[in-house]
């Protein structure tokens, strides 16, 4: 909060920013179903000012924001320890605290039907891992179910304090000595957040993990909406229905589900181009479902959590 002292900031956050502007100028000459913005914001040290600014005029105007991924601290795979983790990154996705310190009316359909782990950010976080891993060998997303590091925070919060799906990439293993640190060397050790601790291909491999999950969520159909999973009698089979996405180019959905207590989907089936559909011998008390769309390229949505639907 010093305005006067030396604060290079190259780990916290010009790594992040860095990230950004590269993915802003390749991707700026290709083209999306839908828009994607790029934007680097101040004030995040001093009260999210800036994305604060921004998330709320995005609410104000209506804008379907689909997702936002914040880079804040993407500079160096190395700890304290000098432990090398150069394959991976953490993501943090996790909207349900969100939810419950603005009483979103969700919340009671989610306590109702075990969705906890299921809010639209917990879906961002699960789509941005699953497609890192299928587009950027050697990268593994570490998925922890919470909005951001215990106690702190970054810009993403700004979105999901106002019901957006929002998600944070940090580095593996955090040098605090290299953040929020006057530039100065104690007991022979230097300090400072100076661009000699950053690894700029590490940098690199997080922008790649970026660019996998937003192309993939801008060539992808929307989620599909309305889903719901029909509670109209006491059985061992599970139907699910949902609203019909109209995308020009939309050639069906696929059901996922996983078992209650697992982090991402295990099992999958496409179903085609229909509205509702019956999984015989599966049980909605034994497993979370979720359903994608899909288009004609190949491209998935995320998966968007049935809430229980009575006719």
Not at 12 to 22: I, R, T
Not at 57 to 86: E, Y
Not at 148 to 170: K, N, P, T
Not at 294 to 302: C, I, T, W, Y
Request: with cysteine; hydrophobic share 40%.
């Amino acid at each position: 909060m010093d305005p006067q002292s030396e604060a290079p900031g190259a780990d916290d956050d010009a790594s992040g920013v860095a990230a950004v502007m590269e993915m802003a100028c390749t991707m700026a000459f290709q083209r999306y179903d839908a828009t994607l913005v790029f934007m680097a914001v101040a004030g995040e040290e001093q009260g999210l000012l800036g994305s604060a600014h921004w998330a709320e005029l995005a609410k104000s105007k209506g804008w379907n924001i689909a997702g936002m991924i914040s880079n804040d601290i993407i500079g160096s795979p190395t700890g304290r320890d000098g432990q090398r983790h150069d394959g991976e990154v953490r993501l943090f996705a996790n909207g349900l605290p969100a939810l419950i310190a603005s009483k979103s009316p969700e919340l009671e359909q989610i306590a109702r039907s075990g969705g906890e782990n299921d809010t639209p950010t917990h879906e961002l976080g699960r789509y941005l891992k699953d497609t890192a891993e299928r587009y950027v060998p050697g990268m593994t997303v570490r998925l922890i179910p919470r909005p951001d590091r215990f106690l702190r925070g970054s810009d993403h919060l700004s979105f999901l304090e106002r019901g957006f799906a929002a998600v944070r990439f940090v580095e593996p293993a955090e040098d605090y000595r290299h953040q929020h640190k006057n530039v100065t060397v104690v007991n022979g050790v230097q300090e400072g957040d100076l661009p000699q601790f950053v690894d700029f291909d590490y940098v690199a491999k997080v922008a790649r993990v970026n660019a996998a999950g937003l192309a993939s969520l801008a060539l992808a159909p929307a989620a599909p909406r309305e889903v719901g999973i029909e509670v109209v009698q006491l059985e061992n089979d599970t139907t699910l229905r949902w609203r019909a996405n109209d995308e020009p180019d939309l050639v069906g959905y696929r059901i996922v589900w996983r078992e209650v207590g697992a982090p991402t989907w295990q099992y999958s089936r496409d179903v085609g181009n229909v509205t509702r559909v019956t999984l015989k011998g599966i049980s909605k008390d034994d497993y979370i479902f979720g359903v994608v769309a899909l288009d004609r390229d190949g491209n998935a949505s995320p998966a968007a959590f049935p809430r229980p639907w009575r006719p």
